[in-house]
C-alpha cells in the first residue's frame, strides 16, 4: 500500500501536469531587425528576443493579461530602463508598461469556454505587431491607427473569440520575413 505522503505528491504532480495540459501556449517571435524586449503581465514577465529569437509562454485557464514590445532597454542585474514600453524599470515587469505601447491583449477561458483576443493602441503605438489565435483571425498592425486595433477604450468590435486554450503568436515586425531585407534601426 501506498504511504499517504506518496499518494500526496503524485496527485500534485498529476494536478500540475493537467493544469499544464491545458494552459494557453504562447510563442513570441521578434521578426525586426533590432532587438526587442517582450514583457507580459501577469504571466511572462519579460526577456530581451534579440532578432528571429523567440520566447513561449504559457498561460493558465481563467487568466487575463497582456504583452509588449519594449524597445532601447539596457539592464544590469534586473534592473535598467527601456525607451518605450518601461515597467517601472523591471527586465521582469509585474506592472504594465509605460505608454506608448502596442499591446497584445488576451482572455483565456476557464472550463472549456471560449478564449478572447486583441491588439490594442488605446495606450499609444511603438512595435509592429501581428497576433494570432491557432483557430481563429490573424490581426495585423504595421502601424498607428491599423484598422486591426483598438483605437479608443469603447471600440468594442476588435475583440475575436478563440477555441478554449488555443496556441497564440504573437510578432514583432511580421512584414520582416525576408532575412535580406535592410535591418531598421530604433531611435
Known amino acids: 500500500m501506498a504511504s499517504r505522503a506518496g499518494s500526496s505528491v503524485l496527485f500534485l504532480v498529476l494536478a500540475a501536469f493537467i493544469a499544464g495540459a491545458s494552459a494557453a501556449t504562447f510563442n513570441i517571435r521578434n521578426n525586426c531587425g533590432y532587438t526587442v524586449w517582450p514583457a507580459g503581465i501577469p504571466v511572462g514577465g519579460g526577456v530581451q528576443l534579440n532578432p528571429g529569437q523567440s520566447w513561449t509562454v504559457y498561460v493558465p485557464p481563467g487568466t487575463s493579461g497582456r504583452f509588449w514590445g519594449r524597445t532601447g532597454c539596457s539592464f544590469n542585474g534586473g534592473r535598467g530602463h527601456c525607451d518605450s514600453g518601461d515597467c517601472a524599470g523591471a527586465l521582469s515587469c509585474s506592472v504594465s508598461g509605460q505608454t506608448p505601447a502596442t499591446l497584445a491583449e488576451y482572455t483565456i477561458g476557464a472550463n472549456g469556454a471560449l478564449d478572447f483576443y486583441d491588439i490594442s493602441l488605446v495606450d499609444g503605438f511603438n512595435q509592429p505587431m501581428d497576433f494570432s489565435c491557432s483557430t481563429g483571425v490573424n490581426l495585423h498592425c504595421p502601424g498607428a491607427g491599423c484598422s486591426d486595433a483598438y483605437l479608443y477604450p469603447t471600440d468594442d468590435t476588435k475583440t475575436h473569440a478563440c477555441a478554449s486554450n488555443s496556441n ?20
Not at 504573437?170 to 530604433?186: E, H
Open 168 to 187: 497564440y503568436q504573437v510578432t514583432f515586425c511580421a512584414w520582416r520575413n525576408d532575412a535580406s531585407m535592410i535591418k531598421m534601426s530604433v531611435e
